[in-house]
């Protein structure tokens, strides 16, 4: 059975940080690329980063030089490092393998 775990969300304020993990399982980690996805109340969901199997990466616009995304392959794991947080990237943040299988969500809330 494929699991998406998301953790590490949380409020924060404006200029600081969080990184959010999501531990897969049922599936061998290392052959499928990855991303992070959010959605805000009342849009649609975005992606926010992408991982390939080799460590390649691509960002959305609005988080470049902000977020990071990384795996660990011996931990089956993503993350998500995210800095200089902003009241707009206030979602819930999903992690998935390539749109198909999705965790739970974990809520990031940026204010004030």
């Known amino acids: 059975q494929i699991q998406l775990v998301e953790s590490g969300g949380g409020l924060v304020q404006p200029g600081g940080s969080l990184r959010l993990s999501c531990a897969a399982s049922g599936f061998t980690f290392s052959m499928y690329s990855m991303s992070w996805y959010r959605q805000a109340p009342g849009k649609e969901r975005e992606l926010v980063a992408h991982?390939?199997?080799?460590?390649?990466?691509n960002y959305a616009d609005s988080v470049k030089g902000r977020f990071t995304i990384s795996r660990d392959n011996s931990k089956n794991t993503i993350y998500l490092q995210m800095n200089s947080l902003k009241p707009e990237d206030t979602a819930v943040y999903y992690c998935?393998?390539?749109?198909?299988?999705w965790g739970q969500g974990t809520q990031v809330t940026v204010s004030s």
């Open positions: 998935t393998r390539r749109q198909t299988y």
């Open positions: 991982i390939t199997i080799t460590g390649n990466t």
